[in-house]
């Protein structure tokens, strides 16, 4: 009765996604303090794991425990997204600006050093003589040097590239985040919407209808993950600081909050790890799909690659605001899809005559009469099929 009563509160509350991100966060916090606090190791003494077996026995503690955790994830559902932005630098300004100064200025000097080590010249030189000794430390020298460099493109791929509006505010330097995640994910920002002109989190929502399942199923099970990640980052954190007592404890139990830490990092870097393929996946659906986005905008389709920057940075402007159409997208023409050719309707079936023969030869005849009464038109060739109807002419006209 408890697992049917839990799988119907979360498949009314979002399936298989909320029970993932959300309650294996929670429960893990909650199962962590209640089982250091119901055997005993806030108090010093002895650990007393057997209670624990005890308390999982008694079937009313159980339903208070899973019961308590499920009213808890229901409650910090909203905040799961706020914790991926606190872990990518959005902090609150009255509060976190000297830190976030602090932080934007350390990436800053890392981005910068990457770039003097990727573009250096100075690189080591072959060995002076021939002698086996000396052509062995120069390729050792060779080695470290090549080694060096990797890791500096490794790094600075980390940073956002800068927008490739020219007209934007925002240099290369502020855009960057106080975060390591915040600068991946901003960088793959870059990457997917800026290369095209476009701003992604401004046409995201418009793109997003065209893209096809496959892509977009990978992109919620990326964001998921980053959701998850970021709550197991902080659940581990609160665990570790949760456990800081038992760091005095002559046992074995002070490496406890050690383990949360080390929990928690893992749990950042594999948000990390996502959050550059993530990046990949955006670039793909702006690859693919910007276009669709363009033409369902009732937009004319650029021709050029130059065209298509221009029209894009119009609508990313005009899309980002309070903005109106005349103001920012005035001389663009609209481009709308023409009539359904089966608005007339469907074809009608062949008649017995018609599959006979005989129909086929009626058909002959009257096209055969209507040839003739097309020669005899003086006008000539304007009743060419290869012309436009009268309709578009007389309207042209």
């Known amino acids: 009765m408890l697992g049917t009563l839990v799988q119907s509160g979360t498949k009314a509350l979002g399936g298989d996604k909320f029970s993932l991100v959300n309650l294996t966060p929670t429960a893990l916090l909650v199962g962590f303090i209640s089982a250091l606090a119901a055997s005993g190791a806030y108090g010093g003494g002895s650990v007393d794991l057997p209670k624990l077996s005890d308390l999982a026995g008694n079937a009313g503690w159980v339903v208070l425990a899973v019961f308590a955790v499920f009213v808890l994830a229901i409650i910090l559902r909203p905040f799961q997204m706020l914790l991926v932005w606190l872990l ?12 976030a100064e602090f932080a934007v200025e350390r990436h800053r000097r890392k981005r910068h050093t990457a770039e003097v080590v990727m573009r250096a010249q100075n690189a080591p030189g072959g060995p ?18 090549d080694a060096r460099r990797f890791r500096a493109q490794m790094i600075y791929e980390r940073y956002p590239d800068g ?65 998850l990640g970021a709550a197991l980052c902080v659940t581990f954190a609160i665990g570790a ?33 996502t959050a550059r ?27 050029t690659v130059e065209e298509e920057l221009d029209l894009n940075r119009q609508i990313s402007e005009f899309l980002a605001g309070r903005n109106r159409a005349v103001d920012l997208m005035d001389g663009i023409r609209y481009v709308h899809p023409a009539a359904d050719d089966t608005a007339s309707g469907p074809a009608e079936p062949a008649s017995a005559g018609q599959e006979d023969g005989r129909g086929a030869s009626a058909s002959s005849g009257a096209d055969d009469e209507a040839a003739g009464e097309e020669s005899e038109d003086p006008s000539g060739g304007a009743g060419s099929s290869d012309g436009p109807p009268a309709t578009e002419s007389s309207g042209s006209s």
């Open 88 to 99: 990518e630098g959005y902090w609150p300004q009255w509060e976190a600006v000297p830190l």
């Open 128 to 145: 002076r003589t021939f002698a086996l000794q000396a052509v062995a430390d120069a390729r050792r020298r060779q080695i470290r040097w």
């Open 163 to 227: 927008r490739v509006n020219p007209d934007s505010p925002q240099t290369l330097d502020d855009r960057l985040m106080p975060t390591v995640l915040g600068n991946v994910l901003r960088q793959g920002e870059d990457d997917a919407g800026d290369r095209y002109g476009l701003d992604l989190p401004t046409v995201s929502t418009r793109l997003y209808p065209f893209i096809q399942e496959r892509i977009g199923t990978a992109i919620n099970r990326n964001l998921d993950l980053i959701e």
């Open 241 to 273: 600081a949760a456990s800081s007592p038992l760091a005095f404890r002559p046992d074995g139990w002070r490496a406890v909050p050690f383990v949360a830490v080390v929990l928690s990092f893992l749990a950042y870097r594999g948000a990390l790890q």
């Open 277 to 303: 393929s993530h990046g990949q996946l955006l670039a793909t659906a702006f690859d693919l799909y910007r276009f669709d986005m363009v033409k369902a905008l009732r937009y004319p389709l650029p021709k």
